[in-house]
């Protein structure tokens, strides 16, 4: 292969040269004891493997104040090795590599790699440069027989090593010159962590390798779990899952097999081996699966589960296009939408001479969409009854479907004595009620729509299925028999979450302290603010600030305190009236975590099919953070793991995990993440971030999600996109598009999010915070610093009193718990006016009845009539006149409580 340079290219090398020599003639007047503090370090990237396409190549640094531009890589001789000395000065240095002016990379050759950011690093300027070889190698499996460390090091002498497996010193024998051994100590099957340290015979460390054996002496039998009992429709895909079967040695090579046991017909798995096979059934019935897990020792475990295929779901909406209209030919017809993503790749229409047609499959709720024809022409439907803007000039159809109608079940009255706990199930005439396999044997039985259960039962959780020949869906119980038996409905979320305001608090920036005891001492502000439930960022033990990149799932932040001090915290929030949810992350791990590291440097580690790779030998990552690295779902070991820690800081007692990058990780593992955390704690809140919302996690498996539909439409509505008809349209879709029950989180600002108020000024932010706490339906959320009018994503939180701001949210806050109406009341549209951006409604439950209005016309106000037995509880940019009217000028908005049942009138 041959390299020619550019004009530009050449210039830049005769400046690179220019500049070292530079270099070099300063180093030689510095005198030689400065001298002794600079070295020439040269800097390698070695593109023969990778093939990477390079037509820039930088290295930045803290040598050169992070520069992108300044030294320039060079692959002069054309054999793919790109060099570049750089003067830097003796001692550690941290790296990257710019690529194309655009990706900053790690070094691909070099595993040292640390702090915040995980960037490359390198000791330049001693004479010894030391390097050291461990077998077994890190993140090894060491099975019976496997009794010897070997160690290799050079250079030969002036150094020292200090050895340590699980915090223990251990003694090596040199065998030949470099080469020394040790017997590996008895330590228990599990996890062994070592460190190896190089020192100089000055004291300097020089080189530290840390990693971790995975301990297997005495090989433990593999665990089947075929899953819960699954509840499906004829003629739709049935999807089973081995997600819950585990293996005590975290082996990765274990053996998968269904097979059919029972049921009304035979059917065809889509496959007998791997972790979710799936199915259809055109009859009715119930089947049986067996599921059998081998280990690579022989070992085998075996479990059953069963599924339950009930009558078909309703038809499907027929959805027509006539080409005729159109001068050009039309070669391709696609429908996209809100429920698919807007994919124009995915949903299809056939054609029918000039005519293209679809039956779509859609559950119940308001969708907006277009038809996308030959690739590029995206058109609204010219059938469609309705029509909205779509925040681009153009409109977008909106489709309507009727939710899916038949018996609601629920639950009803219960009692119990002492031997006997008994729950109705209300909504049908007749009831059939079946228990969970993995329930076991269990007294129980059912009288007309009666359960009972045996309270002679041995201690535990049961689940139970009650379901109607009409029932859309079933009703899942779960019965947790302890000290006290009680039931729940299992997909409902925890009563308490109806009157939560959540506050989201980055710990480490919201106190002077910085810790969990700062943030104790805040709970007085945060009581007087009306918050009662503390989303803190994550805790985990992490190289980064924010703590989404965990380099350990078990164990605290130092900067935060230790886990004693999290324990406490939780008891203390628990006595002020606190709830506390747990920033959870189980899409990914840190680069730094022990498991990345051991699957990096040893390719036969069973640690290595936790994670995805690429072809040049690094991980796959999540968006652009190499840092944070994604783990593989596919491996029941990090299943397990995720499982595992979930357990662990749920036995803290926390009340709630909001779970993120919910989005990408398998939905058949979130579902299996329910089973087991609502096992333990039935009123533990589960909320995902899943962006954009999806019914689909409200499936067994979320309790809350996002309200992007809400979010979506106020950032339209502020930016001037979409008139103010869209909030309503929003509110429309939270209630049609997700299942009964399905909670919201709705907010304005988070830790991923520019502040509303930098981006769309004062006015406006507090109309939509209006809007926001008034509309009901979903549970509102501050991120700190909003109740201040912070501009600043992630500022450090002085707790300067800003009172407009504080009374305001504060206000807020008690105008919803004190207002049943505002928390699950029901919504009357009284004016929607989009040319003047008017929108006037009331709320009501019961006796309870509230009022909003809300100017957002930049230039006119409005003039309307409340009822005249009422009272104001906020005004802003108007005034109330004679005959009980309202004037809001632009920018404007009141809140009022109602005492009688008068309308009021537009005017």
Request: aromatic share 12%; hydrophobic share 35%.
């Amino acid at each position: 292969m041959v390299i020619t340079f550019t004009a530009d290219e050449k210039r830049e090398k005769m400046i690179q040269r220019y500049y070292l020599l530079i270099a070099l003639t300063a180093l030689l007047f510095q005198g030689c004891h400065k001298l002794e503090q600079k070295t020439i370090y040269t800097f390698q990237f070695d593109n023969r493997q990778r093939s990477v396409q390079i037509h820039s190549l930088y290295v930045m640094g803290d040598f050169n104040r992070w520069q992108r531009s300044w030294n320039r890589l060079a692959d002069a001789d054309g054999d793919g090795i790109w060099t570049a000395p750089v003067v830097v000065d003796t001692g550690w240095h941290q790296y990257r590599f710019v690529l194309n002016q655009q990706r900053v990379l790690k070094d691909p050759e070099n595993f040292n790699y640390g702090g915040e950011h995980s960037n490359s690093y390198f000791y330049a300027g001693e004479k010894i440069q030391p390097t050291i070889k461990i077998l077994p190698a890190d993140g090894s499996r060491i099975s019976a027989g496997q009794d010897s460390i070997w160690i290799t090091v050079s250079p030969l002498s002036g150094i020292k090593i200090i050895f340590k497996i699980n915090g223990q010193p251990v003694d090596f024998r040199e065998k030949s010159p470099g080469l020394y051994s040790a017997a590996l100590p008895e330590t228990e099957d599990g996890l062994a962590r070592f460190s190896a340290a190089i020192h100089s015979d000055g004291g300097r460390q020089l080189l530290l390798r840390e990693g971790l054996w995975l301990m297997d002496r005495e090989n433990s039998p593999p665990l089947a779990e075929a899953g819960y009992h699954i509840f499906t429709r004829s003629a739709e895909k049935a999807v089973l899952s081995a997600g819950l079967s585990c293996d005590a040695d975290r082996e990765e090579n274990l053996s998968l097999h269904w097979k059919q046991t029972a049921g009304p017909a035979r059917v065809n798995l889509s496959s007998d081996t791997t972790l979710n096979p799936f199915f259809t059934a055109a009859q009715t019935g119930r089947y049986s699966f067996e599921l059998s897990v081998t280990d690579r020792l022989g070992q085998v475990s075996r479990d059953i589960t069963d599924v339950l295929i009930t009558g078909q779901r309703p038809g499907s909406q027929s959805l027509v296009l006539e080409t005729d209209q159109f001068s050009f030919p039309v070669h391709k017809v696609a429908l996209a939408g809100e429920f698919n993503q807007w994919n124009p790749n995915q949903m299809m229409l056939a054609p029918n001479g000039r005519r293209w047609e679809i039956q779509a499959e859609l559950p119940g709720g308001v969708y907006e969409y277009k038809f996308v024809i030959n690739d590029s022409i995206w058109l609204a439907d010219p059938g469609a009854q309705k029509h909205v803007p779509d925040g681009h000039s153009g409109y977008n159809s909106v489709l309507e479907i009727r939710p899916e109608t038949g018996d609601s079940l629920r639950l009803g009255p219960f009692r119990q004595n002492e031997t006997e706990f008994r729950v109705d199930v209300e909504g049908a005439e007749r009831i059939e009620i079946n228990s969970d396999r993995n329930n076991g044997p269990v007294r129980f039985g059912q009288e007309r729509n009666t359960l009972w259960f045996d309270r002679r039962n041995k201690p535990g959780s049961y689940f139970f299925y009650a379901h109607s020949a009409n029932s859309a869906h079933p009703l899942m119980l779960l019965i947790r028999h302890f000290d006290q038996t009680e039931v729940f409905d299992y997909e409902a979320a925890p009563a308490w979450f109806d009157e939560a305001v959540i506050y989201e608090v980055f710990v480490r920036r919201f106190s002077e302290e910085g810790n969990l005891s700062g943030l104790i001492r805040q709970f007085d502000y945060l009581a007087k603010l009306g918050i009662n439930t503390l989303w803190l960022m994550p805790l985990y033990d992490s190289p980064t600030d924010h703590g989404y990149a965990p380099a350990d799932l078990f164990e605290l932040n130092k900067d935060y305190g230790r886990l004693e001090d999290y324990k406490n915290f939780i008891r203390l929030a628990h006595e002020q009236g606190f709830r506390i949810i747990f920033d959870f992350v189980g899409n990914h791990l840190s680069d730094q975590h022990p498991f990345v590291r051991a699957a990096l440097t040893n390719p036969d580690s069973p640690f290595r099919p936790w994670f995805y790779w690429r072809p040049d030998g690094w991980w796959e990552h999540h968006n652009d953070w190499d840092t944070l690295v994604n783990l593989n779902f596919n491996s029941l070991s990090v299943r397990r793991e995720i499982l595992e820690s979930a357990r662990f800081w749920l036995s803290l007692g926390v009340d709630g995990f909001r779970c993120d990058v919910a989005w990408a990780v398998p939905l058949d593992f979130w579902q299996e993440f329910r089973r087991e955390v609502k096992k333990l704690n039935p009123g533990c809140v589960l909320i995902n971030e899943v962006l954009p919302r999806s019914a689909n996690f409200h499936q067994q498996a979320f309790d809350v999600s996002y309200d992007t539909d809400f979010y979506g439409a106020v950032i339209d509505v502020a930016s001037g996109q979409k008139p103010v008809s869209a909030l309503a349209l929003a509110w429309d879709k939270n209630k049609t598009n997700y299942p009964p029950g399905a909670r919201s989180l709705r907010y304005l600002e988070n830790h991923d999010l520019p502040r509303f108020g930098q981006r769309f000024g004062t006015k406006i932010t507090r109309q939509m915070a209006v809007i926001m706490f008034s509309l009901p339906g979903a549970t509102p959320m501050l991120y700190y610093g909003q109740e201040a009018g912070e501009r600043e994503m992630r500022p450090w939180f002085e707790h300067k009193i800003n009172r407009r701001w504080l009374d305001f949210y504060t206000t807020l806050v008690n105008f919803r718990q004190s207002n049943p109406a505002v928390r699950n009341g029901q919504l009357i549209n009284l004016s929607i006016d989009n040319e003047r951006g008017f929108w006037h409604y009331n709320l009501v439950k019961d006796k309870n009845r509230v009022g909003v209005g809300i100017n957002f016309d930049r230039l006119r106000p409005v003039l309307f009539k409340v009822p005249f037995s009422h009272s104001t509880i906020l005004l802003e940019n108007g005034k109330e006149l004679r005959d009980n009217q309202v004037l809001l000028n632009p920018g404007g908005f009141i809140l009022y409580k109602l005492e009688d049942d008068e309308k009021p009138e537009h005017r």
